[in-house]
């Protein structure tokens, strides 16, 4: 089921690196010293790893979250091997993770059973009669992970009552997934949408279309998608967080949007019944009721059937592989397919995501790791109180209402507390691949319903595994979370130099605590509820602040002719801009009971920068570079350097920066917020 759950995490995409050596933590031959710093720091700071590290065929992005993910894949994969390569018995986790894994392995069997997996559930919807029946039945394979419905049905804690869950209706169906690539003129989102068309063109071939007929299918569904995607929310506006809640009662539900069957639709969904519910974004679900009236059935059933075969094509055959891959390397760039075994160890990583990450933890995360990022922890908690202290614009009310959201954030680290049973999912070897992931859809769906629905929300809970490389804030209940495989070099290491560590896991840490206070988390207070916190003139000088801000990154070009979306990026570009003052003012204060030295050339400060502007590291495709800047809410990695330091003023004093230095922001004209 789709989860509306607001998760503002450090990255989307796998980016950035810096090398570790001995004492000061930072290897030379990564600068590029004949670029001056005030011009171009990114490649002053890392043009020689640039340089060393061009992309290879299988990625379309490489960088410090691409290596730790693919040492990682190598990691989970030894777990896992001690369960597939020796017998276990049925019905035990080693049994799950060890069939699951061979059953994706199993090239040989998949490419025997071709499309026949999938014959069964296309049956099922070549069989519906009428409309209402496909409501029923494109419901029912929602529920076992198919997709098939134009909207996506969730369940998440309620933005102004944060204790209780609470179930959302909002937009999908986009097999593109944002409407820009359907509603623009942008030859590049032409070219991508051209792709899809052929992607779908070849999917219904491979099911036994000919190529006229498959042909006419595909353009059925464009057209059913660029309806929807007419009617979507861009990216922009799904950063609303008034525009996108939209609470009622489950009787005003069925008056406002008549034209789909809710109470046969939820009850085949697998809900219980319902008091309240929010229907995140309007527009799209009314569009999608004019669908369901006025497409013919036949139209609607070859939808449903092209989102069952997409959604299947990496559990079938080499062949349905081939086409997904070759969608992707439009979207992205990239030469080269992963290999099996790494599609395989990232399908039993997702699927038995927290059974794999208490083997990881055990095996790959001391203690005191945990200890020590909880010292920094509290450290950066510290800073970002004294900043708030200093800030010229807030008001002392507001200051003390922030500060008490600050110390009221839950902390997780590492892993959870209490780890996930998986005795109620059973993995059948006698079954296909695609009939067992089904049934580990069917059975996370019905855990999620059975724990959230009509429940309080447990705050213990994690958003992301202990083996995911990235953290993430959660404003519904004030956490910050860093996952334990995000915790080692070279975002954190216990034995590297401290000015280091606060430049990379420390501006990681205070991204995350500063999206408690970006242009969305503002709007959440400690309890994780949308409430108004700020005098009216504090509310008005922040948004000055942030609009700064906003207006700076629409105006960097990441490539020739494109710019960042300032408004799409902003909470992001606020967490890093954030990120690095609190961590910088966490780094002035440890130094002055653990001084620090100037150590190769560099002071602590300048490593500080390093640091952060090596994270970010990357060599990336021209296409993932588009693609980022169409569907993320993050800023490309250069400009997570390039773009935010001039707004920092202590990266001036650390590198000397004047007034005729490219990158040179006056004072004045600094998003200076927290």
């Not at 009552?161 to 509603?183: E, F, H």
């Not at 969608?327 to 794999?356: F, T, Y």
């Not at 960042?564 to 003052?581: A, F, P, V």
């Not at 030295?597 to 990357?618: C, D, H, I, K, Y």
Request: net charge neutral; aromatic share 10%.
């Amino acid at each position: 089921m789709k989860r509306k759950i607001l998760l503002l995490g450090l990255a989307m995409a796998f980016t950035g690196a810096f090398a570790q050596t001995p004492v000061s933590g930072i290897d030379p031959s990564n600068l590029d010293t004949s670029v001056r710093p005030g011009d171009d720091f990114y490649h002053y700071a890392a043009g020689g790893w640039l340089k060393s590290h061009p992309l290879d065929a299988e990625h379309s992005e490489n960088g410090a979250f691409v290596d730790l993910y693919e040492l990682n894949q190598k990691r989970i994969q030894d777990l896992i091997l001690q369960y597939a390569n020796s017998p276990q018995q049925k019905g035990s986790l080693g049994q799950k993770i060890g069939s699951l894994y061979k059953l994706m392995m199993d090239s040989v069997r998949l490419n025997r059973e071709g499309w026949a997996p999938l014959k069964p559930t296309l049956d099922r919807i070549a069989a519906i009669k009428t409309p209402r029946e496909y409501q029923i039945v494109t419901a029912a394979l929602d529920r076992n992970g198919e997709n098939t419905m134009m909207y996506g049905i969730g369940i998440d804690a309620d933005q102004r009552n944060s204790a209780w869950n609470l179930v959302n209706i909002g937009q999908g169906g986009l097999g593109l997934g944002t409407r820009d690539y359907y509603t623009s003129d942008n030859p590049d989102n032409k070219k991508v949408l051209e792709a899809y068309k052929t992607y779908l063109t070849k999917l219904f071939m491979l099911v036994g279309n000919d190529e006229a007929t498959a042909k006419s299918k595909m353009q059925k569904v464009i057209d059913i998608e660029t309806q929807i995607a007419k009617a979507s929310y861009d990216e922009v506006k799904l950063r609303d967080i008034d525009a996108n809640y939209h609470k009622m009662t489950y009787t005003d539900l069925v008056d406002q949007f008549p034209g789909i069957d809710w109470g046969n639709v939820l009850l085949a969904s697998g809900l219980p019944a319902i008091d309240t519910i929010d229907v995140a974004e309007p527009e799209p679900i009314h569009e999608v009721e004019k669908i369901l009236a006025n497409t013919p059935l036949d139209d609607l059933k070859t939808y449903a059937e092209a989102k069952v075969i997409s959604g299947a094509t990496g559990r079938l055959s080499d062949d349905f592989r081939k086409v997904e891959f070759e969608l992707d390397a439009a979207l992205s760039g990239v030469k080269q397919d992963r290999p099996r075994w790494k599609r395989a160890v990232s399908l039993v990583s997702g699927s038995l995501g927290e059974a794999i990450g208490k083997l990881y933890v055990e095996k790959y995360f001391p203690e005191s790791s945990k200890k020590k990022m909880l010292d920094l922890v509290h450290n950066l908690q510290t800073a970002l109180a004294q900043r708030i202290d200093q800030a010229t614009w807030m008001s002392q009310a507001t200051k003390a209402q922030a500060k008490d959201k600050l110390q009221n954030f839950i902390i997780k680290i590492g892993y959870p507390d209490k780890w996930k049973d998986y005795s109620g999912l059973q993995v059948d070897d006698s079954l296909s691949l695609y009939e067992n992931m089904k049934r580990i859809s069917r059975w996370a769906v019905d855990k999620v319903i059975a724990e959230k629905v009509n429940k309080k929300v447990d705050k213990m809970e994690w958003g992301m595994t202990p083996q995911t490389i990235n953290a993430y804030y959660n404003p519904s209940t004030n956490e910050i979370c860093f996952p334990a495989a995000i915790l080692q070099p070279p975002f954190f290491d216990p034995n590297a130099d401290d000015a280091v560590n606060y430049g990379a896991i420390g501006g990681v840490i205070g991204h995350e605590m500063s999206h408690g206070f970006d242009d969305q988390g503002a709007q959440f207070d400690k309890y994780g509820n949308q409430h108004d916190w700020w005098t009216a003139q504090d509310k008005k000088n922040f948004d000055a602040r942030t609009n700064v801000l906003a207006d700076y990154f629409s105006n960097f070009e990441v490539l020739p002719g494109v710019k960042i979306n300032g408004k799409q990026t902003l909470g992001e570009n606020i967490g890093d801009n954030g990120g690095l003052n609190i961590a910088f003012t966490a780094l002035q204060n440890d130094m002055k009971s653990h001084a620090l030295t100037t150590v190769n050339g560099f002071t602590p400060e300048q490593r500080f920068f390093l640091a952060w502007a090596r994270v970010w590291a990357s060599n990336a495709t021209p296409e993932v570079v588009k693609y980022l800047c169409t569907v993320d809410v993050h800023s490309p990695n250069m400009a997570r350097v390039n773009a935010a330091l001039p707004q920092i003023d202590a990266w001036y004093k650390a590198f000397n920066v004047k007034k005729g230095d490219k990158m040179f922001v006056p004072k004045n004209k600094r998003a200076h917020i927290w």
